[in-house]
């Protein structure tokens, strides 16, 4: 019997493996059979508040077991799920419920106050994770802990769910502007799963280590995949405390770590401290590994395959370099993923499928069904197939593809800077600073300049700032002059978004604007950052 909603996997893993443990957090252990219990009983209860087929859900909550609790039980009732980082700003939820338009909110009990004054007059009912020590107006009289505990007196039945029936609303984090909601269906999150756990050859005896935001959907896809092979799930609510962290990733014997390239830097200096002979995978995605970090990843870890990986929340995954090519092809993400297809359009609309430059397009069951009542934003980014009435995704990705297909990204399109009347890609600029000894991590921005229209900054990420002179030599002989950076930008934390990367909105706003030609070098401090201004 084919598979055509989501909840279909949690129950052939209960059946199949109930007395396997599926999700780790801290001590806590949870066995398959007792999380689709805990599951049945969490919908149910949303059932009698009145959630309905279609209803939107905000779950804003840290990973955990409660988190993966809350998505299954949503997925039961055919809601919407709307995941949300927890380190969202409460005017920030706000928005969200009312752009959503959702009448419950799933909480942490220590936001309760802060979220009685934020909510106003909004018709939003609030569950919270523990008790709450004295009620709070417009909240559920029990918490997820209870309902957990104590099964309803009246399970609830459900009609059969369609593959076309919205699975999730996910809200990208887009620098600038209000976020939009990529609107999920069964279909394409049933898709997206499957192929990305063909390819990596995940098993039962697999144990996937997350420490990746479950509210992004990198995070958010282990916790599918582990009920679609029967695997188990090690959660780490975040990497703020790293030997922590990394602690339990040993103790727990994790076979498979998904990771971004920030976390990379964090591992890096610790990574000698810890018996991690048990990993046998490690998946990389978010951001392209550069090359050095590659070489970083094999040297730390040479008995696992490294999957470098590549994609975008409107369809979760685009492409996979098959770990046998590693070596070969290091600044490559790979071909596309099984199930999908891809091509790059250049700037005359011409597609092609190899050796050429433009925006990447992708085709297939993984491509959103738009943004969340925003035709105009969707109307860019969806445009008609070669087959009637299917929709193409336009990325908005500027990448290669070589004489064998093999893509390589290059930048966003709306990050290629024009500068001197040359279009650079940033990414070519972070490539060639990453290989420089003592950069951890390096962002390449435009800031508007009357002269030279953008104006490059390069803002590095290091331990202490670096030499001025052998970073404008470096460059001087990797790059052509008209992509050397005019400024530096060095800091011991680059500002991050709620996904872990680079914030590039926030850093443009760090930077001085000047009026001035760039003939005359100067140097400005503040704080514990530090700008060098730097001609060609």
């Given amino acids: 019997m084919s598979t055509n909603h989501l909840t279909q996997w949690l129950v052939q893993a209960a059946e199949r493996f109930p007395e396997k443990v599926a999700l780790i957090e801290g001590e ?3 066995t398959w059979a007792a999380l689709y219990q805990r599951v049945i009983n969490t919908a149910t209860y949303l059932a009698q508040q009145q959630v309905d087929r279609g209803d939107r859900v905000l779950v804003w909550l840290p990973n955990g077991v409660d988190f993966v609790v809350c998505f299954w039980a949503v997925q039961y ?22 752009n959503a338009e959702s009448h419950l909110l799933i909480a942490q ?16 009912h609030v569950l919270f994770d523990q008790p709450l020590s004295a009620p709070a107006c417009g909240s559920s009289p029990l918490s997820l802990q209870q309902i957990a505990l104590f099964p309803p007196a009246q399970p609830s039945h459900w009609q059969g769910a369609l593959d076309i029936d919205l699975a999730c609303l996910i809200y990208t984090s887009g620098s600038t502007g209000d976020p939009k909601g990529v609107m999920l269906t069964q279909r394409n999150m049933l898709s997206a799963a499957d192929s990305v756990a063909t390819y990596l050859q995940l098993s039962a005896a697999d144990r996937i280590f997350c420490t990746i935001p479950m509210s992004f959907d990198y995070g958010l896809y282990q916790a599918i995949m582990t009920a679609k092979v029967g695997a188990t799930l090690i959660i780490e609510k975040d990497f ?88 070969q092809h290091k600044d490559s993400v790979g ?7 891809l091509w790059v359009v250049d700037d005359d609309g011409v597609a092609h499928r190899s050796n050429a430059t433009g925006e990447l397009v992708i085709r297939g069951a993984t491509v959103m069904r738009g943004y969340w009542r925003n035709p105009e934003q969707t109307a860019k980014k969806l445009r008609p197939g070669p087959l009637h009435g299917e929709s193409l995704l336009y990325t908005g990705d500027i990448c290669r593809l070589d004489e064998q297909g093999l893509l390589y990204f290059l930048s966003r399109s709306d990050d290629i800077l024009k500068t001197n009347g040359e279009k650079v890609a940033p990414r070519e600029v972070e490539g060639v600073l990453k290989r420089m000894p003592g950069v951890l991590q390096v962002a390449v921005i435009g800031i508007a300049h009357p ?19 052998s970073l404008k030599a470096f460059c001087q002989t990797h790059l052509e002059a008209y992509k050397r950076p005019h400024r530096y930008y060095f800091s011991q934390a680059l500002p991050r978004n709620n996904n872990g990367k680079v914030d590039r909105g926030q850093l443009s706003t760090l930077m001085p604007r000047r009026e001035n030609n760039l ?15 730097n001609h060609h």
């Fill in 519 to 533: 003939n005359v070098g100067c140097t400005q401090q503040t704080g514990s950052h530090h700008v060098y201004a």
């Fill in 240 to 327: 703020s405390r790293p030997l922590f962290a990394l602690k339990q990733l040993v103790k727990h014997k994790a076979t498979v770590l998904p990771i971004v390239p920030t976390l990379l830097a964090i591992i890096a200096p610790l990574a000698k401290r810890y018996d991690f002979s048990s990993l046998r995978k490690i998946t990389n995605t978010a951001a392209a590994l550069h090359p050095s970090d590659i070489d970083l990843l094999i040297s730390l870890f040479p008995q696992a395959q490294i999957y470098s990986m590549y994609g975008l929340t409107e369809c979760h995954r685009c492409t996979w370099l098959p770990p046998a090519l590693l070596s």
């Fill in 451 to 469: 002269v030279h229209g953008d104006e490059i900054v390069a803002c590095i990420e290091c331990v202490a700032p670096l030499d001025e002179a």
């Fill in 77 to 98: 009732l055919q809601a919407v799920f709307v995941p949300v980082n927890p380190d969202t700003p409460l005017a920030r939820v706000g928005w969200l419920l009312d």
């Fill in 109 to 124: 009990a220590g936001q309760a106050t802060a979220l009685a004054e934020t909510l106003g007059e909004r018709d939003v």
């Fill in 28 to 30: 806590q252990a949870v």
């Fill in 335 to 341: 071909y596309a993923i099984p199930n999908t297809e």
